[in-house]
Structures are given as C-alpha cells and as structure tokens.
C-alpha cells in the first residue's frame, strides 16, 4: 500500500534557486525517510528523520515533519543542474517495511 | 566498495519462461528487500528477507517467489511470467530493519516480458 504521496508531481526551478517538496502520509510513523533517484537509477537515501524529531539538515537539505499534521518537507537549497532528480518519501508501515510515494520531480534549468 | 549488484541489468523475455534475477550485498546486511516501480506508482515492494531463511510477503507478492540460502544474496525468481510484470525491479539491503536503516540500492534491472 502507498502511504505517503509527494507533492508537487513535478517541479522546475532555475539554478540556484530553493525547491520545496511535501510528502504526506496516512498513519502514524516511527520513521521518515527521503530518496532520490536520477533518471531510472537506483534510488539513493538522503536523510532519515524520526518521530520524535522536528526538523534535520544534511547540506544544502533540509527536512520537516510535523507529526500532527502528517506531513514531512525537503527543501533543497541553491539548487545545481545535478540535483535534478525524482524525490521520494518513504514511511514504515512498520519496521519491516517501506512505503514509498510516487516521488516529485524536479528540473533544475541552467 | 560496498555494493548491491543486480543481474541482469536488462532483460527482455516471453511469457511464460522462468527467470531469475540475482541480487547480492558484500556489506553484511541482515534485512533485504526487493522492489517494483512502476510509471506513477513509485516503488512497492515485493519480498523482504529479515535474514536467512526468513522472509516475507511485501504489498505486491503475487506472481513472485524469493529464496535467502545465503546472507548476500537474494534472488527474484519469476516462475511463468507475464506481461503484467514487466517493471524495473530494485533490489535493496540495510543493515537492519527497513523502517530504522537506509536503504542501499542496486542499480536496477529493466524487464521486459512479451
């Protein structure tokens, strides 16, 4: 079953400037985890943000959720030609699994 | 390098021949998962594997099977393929569990089944 759902489905921006992308998501979560994938590559793990937790930054990522609203954000900051790419949230419908989104994607335009 | 290998990466194939798509980790994972995504649908899972010998059915089993002989790898095996299946598959490990461990992804492989 899908448990989180991106949005925007898809997103383009100019270089440098910041992309936003919401992930929201149906039950309750111990963890929240955000993907990226570059055109049918496998999927790469950015960040891993828990229940208990508000906000993270990795660089130039930044990640939100906000438990009461069922909702999680990533904000790529100054954006580069390289970080066009699917976006995907992944929530654990349990500890044994994954439930991913259908991703957000984002083109960043030289 | 720590690495999940797919074989193959591309296949095309008719309805109805077995095949078996191969995955290993050499990063000592316990927990290993294999996907499907599908246009639109984002990935769903398929099989996980807890450890040897254990393993379990993910939101979209039916057509699957799956074998855990050994730590590192962990086939997809499709006994009588059919159109339906045709998807790019992702096989994936963590050193635990899915929910408390990033996912390691390998690179895919694209099956095509007419």
């Known amino acids: 079953s899908q448990q989180g759902e991106e949005d925007p489905q898809a997103l383009s921006i100019q270089e440098g400037e910041n992309a936003t992308m919401n992930c929201s998501y149906k039950?309750?979560?111990?963890?929240l985890q955000w993907y990226r994938q570059n055109s049918g590559r496998g999927l790469v793990h950015l960040i891993l943000?828990?229940?208990?937790?508000r906000e993270k930054h990795s660089g130039r990522l930044r990640v939100t959720l906000d438990t009461s609203k069922k909702s999680s954000s990533l904000l790529i900051t100054a954006s580069r030609a390289a970080d066009t790419a699917s976006y995907f949230c992944?929530?654990?419908?349990?500890?044994?699994?994954?439930?991913f989104g259908a991703g957000t994607t984002v083109t960043v335009r030289a | 390098e720590a690495q999940v290998t797919q074989n193959p990466r591309y296949l095309i194939t008719v309805t109805g021949k077995k095949l078996t798509v191969t995955c290993s980790q050499n990063?000592?994972?316990?927990?290993m998962s294999w996907y499907r995504q599908d246009p639109g649908l984002g990935l769903r899972q398929i099989y996980y594997?807890?450890?040897?010998?254990?393993?379990d059915k993910g939101d979209v089993p039916e057509g699957y099977k799956v074998s855990r002989k050994e730590k590192r790898n962990f086939p997809l095996i499709l006994e009588s393929p059919s159109p339906n299946q045709t998807s790019l598959y992702f096989c994936?490990?963590?050193?635990?569990?899915?929910?408390?461990?990033?996912?390691?992804f390998g690179p895919g492989t694209r099956l095509t089944v007419t």
């Open positions: 994936a490990s963590s050193p635990g569990l899915a929910g408390l461990y990033e996912q390691y």
């Open positions: 039950t309750s979560i111990n963890n």
């Open positions: 943000i828990r229940s208990n937790e």
């Open positions: 992944a929530t654990d419908a349990n500890d044994y699994k994954l439930s």
């Open positions: 990063m000592n994972h316990e927990y």
């Open positions: 594997s807890m450890n040897v010998e254990v393993t």
